[in-house]
């Protein structure tokens, strides 16, 4: 009889872990046998949060649309310059909130998860990282419906500033699929690493608001990555976000391709949140039916 | 492992840690820290030095006053806490009650809710949506309920579909964690009922209860445990007498103080 098989054989063994890690060859095959319950969790807390409200998921849309046109107008006309590239700006600004909320909704629901997940988690056995990865999967549904938006407020833009630089229809598209991966790891990793601090310290997500608005200021949304010479152009690698946000606004407004700084950064972020997040989580995730 | 044996246990012991603090912050922690003082933990020993084995096809009752160690040692069998000690191995799929309402989200539907509670107990969806009309129909709701938010529902209606779901998903092992007292007297025979089908069919079942006559009516052994040991094991009637007599008096009885 193996030892250890926890979730997946029919004879289940339970012992202590001598590693802090649980054997993860069997933790991911059955996470990715119960990726179903993290699909329809994502599409029942979807359903259940705009229940009966039409205008619910609007709201999406119009939130980051509406502080893109604040921020707009902060940046542009209050402070006096005019944008001669017509709405470039606001291009750059749209498409850099509404995929900084993807990665931002990730993070924050998935710092929840845990902590309002009590009776499943004192019910039933399954890899606890279903929970923040439903909350991912969630944060991308609710992402996929802006970027068509966006396509219209480009078209917009430039049909009346004719000077609106956008991208035209060429091969760079073919990165956003690796930015969109690479921005999704990058939140889920970080939502791991938060959402196990949530448990240890109920107070974390108080901070979190703070700390993701610091974040969204670090980005390259209210400015533009050229902005930024010599040392301070750390600040876009630095930054787990910094090299996708900033390959994001290449291929959509620049229409050019990732330098490989921008690639290497993006796998970078990935990777080491990951890493970081998933063994935080998973080597603390039997405790969490004990501490929630 | 036995072929005939659907849980065993050996030598298990599970201990935690618990702060004593009201509440765990960030700024507690800093406070703390500033001030150059450790956080208070408390160490818990649930479960001490336990061996058991529970043969197929058999009704274990657990009984034992607060804090003995029950629902720790049932959250164990279920693979939701890991031993500290020792180990528990699991022969066949288990299905748990031992939180009500598990799944369950006010605002869905008792249809959302039953695929949800299934689909987190490693049930496939088409298995869950086969059976969820069998699932209404066991929890006795009014026609038409099962698609109505569950936050409409009595306590009655929601402790009957937590059971329901749980018994109908035809496990190995069934683990319940005073899940019987949802439900009329009606609810109740009907849940026996079902039970003892289920022990027909060679599954088993555990329940942690402080209804003693639901041990002694339906369970076929029956363990007590105390402050985290297993004081006695035997059959239902003679283990509830001793526990009864316990509860009575207050102490242990002489052949116990020792362990």
Redesign the interface.
């Known amino acids: 009889?193996p030892?250890n098989q926890?979730?997946v054989s029919?004879?289940?063994?339970?012992?202590?872990?001598k590693a802090s890690l649980p054997p993860l060859i069997p933790y991911i095959k059955e996470f990715w046998?119960?990726r179903?319950?993290a699909t329809?969790?994502a599409r029942?807390?979807d359903?259940?949060e705009y229940?009966g409200s039409r205008l619910g998921k609007v709201w999406l849309i119009l939130n980051p649309l509406l502080l893109g046109i604040v921020y707009y107008v902060v940046i542009v006309i209050i402070r006096g310059g005019s944008d001669h590239n017509g709405l470039t700006r606001l291009n750059h600004l749209l498409i850099g909130l509404f995929t900084f909320y993807f990665a931002q909704s990730t993070v924050m629901a998935g710092a929840q998860s845990i902590t309002l997940g009590?009776?499943?988690?004192?019910?039933?056995?399954?890899p606890r990282t279903l929970l923040p990865f439903s909350c991912a999967i969630q944060a991308f549904r609710e992402f996929l419906p802006t970027i068509p938006v966006y396509i219209v407020v480009l078209v917009i833009g430039k049909w009346v500033y004719p000077a609106t630089q956008i991208a035209g229809v060429s091969w760079n598209f073919l990165w956003i699929p690796f930015i969109i991966v690479c921005i999704a790891l990058t939140a889920f990793g970080l939502a791991l690493l938060f959402a196990t601090m949530n448990v240890?310290?109920?107070?974390?997500n108080k901070?979190l608001t703070y700390i993701t608005r610091i974040w969204m200021y670090l980005s390259p949304i209210l400015w533009l990555p050229s902005s930024l010479h010599g040392k301070s152009k750390l600040l876009l690698y630095v930054n787990p976000l910094g090299p996708a946000l900033t390959g994001n606004s290449r291929i959509w407004v620049d229409d050019t391709g990732l330098s490989r700084n921008v690639i290497l950064g993006c796998i970078f972020w990935a990777v080491t949140s990951m890493c970081v997040g998933g063994y935080f989580f998973i080597s603390r995730e039997?405790?969490f039916?004990?501490r929630i | 492992?036995p072929e005939d044996l659907a849980v065993r246990i050996e030598d298990l012991s599970i201990t935690?840690k618990?702060s004593l603090e009201s509440?765990?912050?960030?700024?507690n922690?800093l406070m703390r820290a500033s001030l150059r003082q450790e956080a208070k933990m408390r160490t818990i020993e649930a479960v001490k030095h336990m061996t058991l084995d529970i043969p197929h096809g058999s009704v274990l009752g657990i009984v034992g006053s607060n804090g003995a160690g029950k629902s720790t040692l049932m959250?164990?069998i279920?693979?939701?806490?890991?031993?500290?000690?020792?180990?528990?191995?699991?022969?066949?799929?288990?299905s748990?009650?031992?939180?009500?309402?598990?799944?369950?989200?006010p605002?869905?539907s008792g249809r959302?809710n039953i695929?949800?509670g299934g689909?987190?107990?490693?049930l496939?969806?088409d298995e869950i949506e086969s059976k969820t009309d069998e699932i209404a129909k066991f929890a006795d709701l009014p026609d038409g309920f099962i698609d109505l938010?569950v936050r409409t529902y009595s306590s009655g209606m929601y402790g009957r579909l937590s059971f329901s779901v749980a018994v109908t998903m035809t496990p190995d092992i069934l683990l319940l964690d005073e899940a019987l007292s949802a439900g009329d007297a009606a609810f109740k025979e009907k849940s026996f009922e079902r039970m003892r089908q289920l022990c027909a069919e060679a599954r088993t079942i555990l329940i942690v209860s402080h209804a003693l006559a639901t041990v002694t009516d339906l369970c076929d052994q029956a363990i007590w445990m105390h402050k985290g040991t297993m004081l006695a094991q035997g059959k239902p009637d003679k283990i509830v007498d001793e526990y009864l007599k316990f509860l009575n008096v207050g102490t242990l009885p002489s052949n116990y103080e020792d362990m």
């Open positions: 009889m030892a926890d979730f029919k004879v289940q063994v339970f012992e202590p872990h046998r119960r179903v319950f329809e969790l029942f807390n359903k259940a229940l009590g009776r499943l988690i004192l019910n039933q056995a399954f240890y310290f109920r107070d974390t901070l039997r405790d039916a004990i | 492992m935690y618990v509440k765990r912050t960030f700024k922690a959250r164990c279920a693979g939701i806490l890991t031993p500290t000690q020792g180990r528990v191995a699991v022969n066949g799929k288990i748990t009650l031992l939180a009500l309402g598990v799944g369950f989200n605002a869905l959302d695929i949800l689909l987190a107990s490693g496939s969806k938010p």
